[in-house]
Nanobody, 116 residues
């Protein structure tokens, strides 16, 4: 079975940095895209960043220039480097993998809290 295990969340002050990791275990024959989503209390889960099979990246406007999504195929790990963090970035962050046939896999979520 496929598992996505996140790490790296925590409490930081505004202006600080965090790097989230998502370790993927199990066999996935092909991956169409890997993404980070986030969800704040009372809101719907929203897309933060995506990296495609061809390594093209996309970011929501609010994080562009501050966050960087990347992956290490050898380590089967997805990363989200978050710099210049703002209180508005506070949310539960989720790792997502879309298989080539459209199947979705989700991580358990990791809390990121940015204090002012």
């Amino acid at each position: 079975q496929v598992q996505l295990v996140e790490s790296g969340g925590g409490l930081v002050q505004a202006g600080g940095s965090l790097r989230l990791s998502c370790a993927v275990s199990g066999v996935i024959s092909s991956i169409n895209a890997m993404s980070w989503y986030r969800q704040a209390p009372g809101t719907q889960r929203g897309l933060v960043a995506t990296i495609t099979r061809g390594r093209f990246t996309n970011y929501v406007d609010s994080v562009k220039g501050r966050f960087t999504i990347s992956r290490d195929n050898a380590k089967n790990t997805l990363y989200l480097q978050m710099n210049s963090l703002k209180p508005e970035d506070t949310a539960v962050y989720y790792c997502n993998v879309v298989r080539g046939d459209g199947m979705n896999y989700w991580g358990q979520g990791t809390q990121v809290t940015v204090s002012s």
